[in-house]
Each structure stands twice: as structure tokens, then as C-alpha cells.
């Protein structure tokens, strides 16, 4: 359970200006140094801005708002904006009501183990409201998104029938459908020491494939009008799937290649249909 909520105007702020229903000159405000600073990594938020700034929505970064009013906003840099609405999406707040008179232990969320178990024994929380470890760094933190909050509803079905792995730990992952992009980023897609990216930009197309590998394991990707099955790639990063040599052939054909090889992987498995060993 969780309430979406703005968190004050502190990330991002979207003031509208302009005369007209019709005509409206929108500003996004966002205190990072780039934009969907979770989503993806900087040189490609750079290439987007550009892209989102010649449709004519004007961009500022590193910079939020200090003071709103009716018709006007100052940002903290000094700069004076005007308004005729003011959009706040500045993420969400997990709401902690339900546990307030309890002795269940919360930090940003309700704390849970590999079972999804609060400390008090037989009462779970699961989705929005928990908080569990990162799969890659081990840190508590919340995981927003469908995905992760199904994943960990059949966590505790599984434990409560007494069957079932524990809960690995908790992996982003984000689409994005904007101005004709389609965007899907999953996992790590900042490397590490020790990692191996591999990229294809088709710059004309507005198109953007990467992914970050450790040796043969893939760790995140990030595409950008690119064809793929955002599940497959989830699972290939959660199940640490030994990619054996074909990591330059799942980055040329993501779709298909990855396709392939999940038929080959994961046996239980939901595509009945046997697809051909792509030819590359
Ligand atoms: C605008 C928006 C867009 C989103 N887009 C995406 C997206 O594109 N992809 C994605 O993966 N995720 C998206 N999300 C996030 C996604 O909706 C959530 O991660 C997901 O719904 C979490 O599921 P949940 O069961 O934890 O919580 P919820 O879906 O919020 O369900 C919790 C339920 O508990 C109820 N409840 C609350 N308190 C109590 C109480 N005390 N007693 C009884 N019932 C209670 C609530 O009314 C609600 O029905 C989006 C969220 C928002 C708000």
C-alpha cells in the first residue's frame, strides 16, 4: 500500500506558461544535472534535452524552485518565472499510516526480508510500501514500480505454501513513452570498475542501445527505439544468466537474440513456441 504524493518542490517542477489552451510554453525544473536521472545516464539525458528543447519545452537544471505564487515562481538560482499552472512530480512518499501505532520497523518504507516478512513474524508488506535490499549493492531502499511489486506478492504466496527462492533483491526498471520514444531501461546501466559496456547509436533514428556486462553476466540495459522484451531482460539480469559469448549478438538483435535466449534458459517458461537460432 502506498500514497502517491508530491515530496515539496524540490526535484522537479513543471510551471506552464501561455496565453492560450492551445499555446502553452512549458518549463520543467529539475534540481539534478540532468534530466530522468534514474532512467538513464547522463550523455544520453544530454542528447534527449536537446531533443525535448527543439519541440519547444524549455529545460533547467541544477536548479529548483525556491518560492511559488499564484502567478509566479522564483527559482534558487534568482530567476523569475511566470504561470498559469504548476505541475509538481517529484516522485513518491510511501505512507506509513497503516503501521503507525505498531512496533513494525520502518526506515523510507516498511522493512521486510527475503520473505517480504516485517519483524514481527507472520505479517508481510509487499510493493510501494516495502523496503528491502538492492539486488547489485545490498542497500535498503524502495522499488516503486509494478514489476517489483508483483515479483513480491508471489514472494510471499510462494513462502506462505512453503515453497519458493528467497527474494534476490530489489531491481529498477523503467519505460518511458514520450515524443515517439520508447525507452526501457533495466538494472545497472552505469558501469562499474570492472564492467564492460557495449553501445549502438543510430543517431539519425533517434535510436540507443547499451548494455553493461560483468564478464558474461548482463547487469542493466538501457534502449532507446529499440525492439526487445523488457521481461526477458529482467530476468537475464535477475537470474545472472551466463551469456557464454553471444553478448555482441544480443546487443545487434536484442529482440530476437534475446528471444532465443530465453527459450534456451528459462524452462518453465512462458513462450511455448521454439524461435529459430537468429543468423548472426
Ligand atoms: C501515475 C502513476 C503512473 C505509474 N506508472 C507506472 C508504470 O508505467 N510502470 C510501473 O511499473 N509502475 C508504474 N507506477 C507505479 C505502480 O502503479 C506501483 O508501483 C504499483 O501499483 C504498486 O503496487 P502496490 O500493490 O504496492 O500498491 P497500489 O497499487 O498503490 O495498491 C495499494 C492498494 O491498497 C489500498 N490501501 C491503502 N491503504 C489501505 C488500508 N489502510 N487498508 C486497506 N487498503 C489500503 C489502496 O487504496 C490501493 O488500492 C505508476 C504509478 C503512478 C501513480
Redesign the pocket.
Known amino acids: ?2 500514497k ?1 504524493e508530491g515530496c515539496g518542490y524540490k526535484q522537479r517542477f513543471i510551471p506552464i506558461r501561455g496565453n492560450t489552451v492551445e499555446k502553452k510554453q512549458v518549463q520543467v525544473i529539475e534540481w539534478r544535472e540532468q534530466i530522468l536521472p534514474g532512467l538513464i545516464h547522463p550523455e544520453l539525458a544530454a542528447l534527449l534535452k536537446d531533443l525535448f528543447e527543439k519541440k519547444g519545452i524549455r529545460i533547467a537544471l541544477g536548479v529548483s524552485l525556491a518560492e511559488l505564487g499564484e502567478k509566479e515562481g522564483r527559482l534558487s538560482n534568482g530567476e523569475k518565472i511566470g504561470m498559469d499552472l504548476a505541475i509538481a512530480a517529484v516522485g513518491i512518499r510511501t ?1 506509513l499510516e ?1 503501521v503507525k501505532e505498531t512496533s513494525i520497523a520502518v526506515r523510507e518504507g516498511i522493512l521486510v526480508n527475503e520473505r517480504m516478512e516485517t519483524n514481527l513474524p507472520g505479517i508481510h508488506a509487499c ?3 516495502a523496503e528491502y535490499r538492492d539486488f547489485f549493492t545490498g542497500e535498503s531502499r524502495l522499488n ?4 517489483s ?1 508483483a515479483e513480491q506478492g508471489r514472494c510471499v504466496a510462494e513462502h506462505l505454501l512453503g515453497k519458493g527462492n528467497p527474494h534476490p533483491g530489489l531491481i529498477s526498471i523503467n ?1 518511458f513513452h514520450s515524443f515517439g520514444l520508447n525507452l526501457l531501461s533495466a538494472g545497472r546501466f552505469m558501469p562499474e570498475p570492472g564492467d564492460r559496456v557495449l553501445e549502438e547509436k543510430d543517431q539519425g533514428e533517434m535510436a540507443y542501445k547499451r548494455m553493461v556486462f560483468k564478464d558474461d553476466k548482463l547487469k542493466g540495459v538501457v534502449f532507446l527505439n529499440a525492439s526487445a522484451d523488457g521481461g526477458i531482460y529482467y530476468r537475464l539480469v535477475r537470474e545472472r544468466v551466463p551469456l557464454g559469448g553471444l553478448e555482441e549478438k544480443l546487443l545487434k538483435d536484442p529482440f530476437l537474440r534475446g528471444k532465443w535466449i530465453a527459450e534456451k534458459t528459462f524452462k518453465d517458461k512462458n513462450s511455448k513456441s521454439e524461435s529459430r537460432n537468429p543468423k548472426q
Open positions: 500500500m502506498s502517491h505512507n497503516v510493493g510501494d510500501v516503486p514500480n509494478l514489476v511489486a519505460t
